[in-house]
């Protein structure tokens, strides 16, 4: 959540933005009985954070840093109903490799397409 320019940092607390992402967001979608929160008999959507990269350390407060400083690369690992979706930082049920592939044949035949219609 970077900073904009003549934002203050006390708008919205880092334990707010947290809720918001989770359980008030959970809620907000109509899903709050089932997810948003580790309870007993709600699903388990859980994200591990690398908190070693160099955007978040140094590391005063963890929540902080994560909120004010991690991206998505900082996710390396993703639980979605208990199943995991990524692990280590890779994606395990895509084929990463292959869905870059075909954007960039998507995208060569977009642009071919184009040039021959600027062509007339």
């Known amino acids: 959540m970077p ?4 934002q203050r940092a006390s708008a919205v607390s ?3 933005v947290i809720e918001m992402v989770s359980i008030n967001g959970a809620i907000a979608m109509g899903i709050g009985d089932i997810t948003g929160s580790i309870n007993a008999g709600k699903r388990a959507d859980i994200i591990l954070v690398r908190a070693n990269g160099p955007n978040i350390w140094p590391i005063g407060n963890t929540e902080t840093a994560i909120v004010q400083s991690g991206t998505a690369s900082n996710v390396y ?7 995991l979706a990524k692990r280590n930082g890779r994606l395990l049920a895509y084929d990463v490799d292959s869905i870059v592939r075909r954007a960039q044949q998507s995208s060569a035949r977009i642009l071919n397409t184009a040039d021959e219609i600027l062509k007339f």
């Open 14 to 16: 880092v334990q707010e």
């Open 3 to 6: 900073m904009g320019l003549g």
């Open 77 to 83: 690992t993703v639980l979605v109903d208990g199943r």
